[in-house]
């Protein structure tokens, strides 16, 4: 089975959300998102989704919450 650039690129793909490549990684992965439409709308929705995810998992927090759990983790152990 041959192993096309967009494999490849799906590859890369979380690693270059995460900003975790190599310099030559990110280089064959913007190179390829630059020529493939297809790849680019991926990347897209895979971004896009986890902005949603990090707005809602904030948002969805009750009132208080995150400074419960900032003094939590100063902690009084």
């Avoid at 096309?4 to 990110?26: H, I, K, M, N």
């Avoid at 680019?40 to 927090?61: C, G, N």
Wanted: proline residues 3%.
């Amino acid at each position: 089975m041959s192993h096309t650039p967009c494999d490849a690129c799906e590859e890369l793909l979380q690693g270059y959300l995460d900003r975790e490549l190599t310099e030559s990684e990110v280089a064959q992965a913007e190179s390829h998102l630059d020529g493939c439409d297809y790849c680019r709308r991926r990347y897209r929705f895979e971004e896009s989704l986890r902005q949603y995810v990090q707005t809602t998992a904030v948002e969805r927090m009750p009132v208080g919450l995150m400074e419960k759990l900032t003094q939590l983790r100063g902690g009084d152990a």
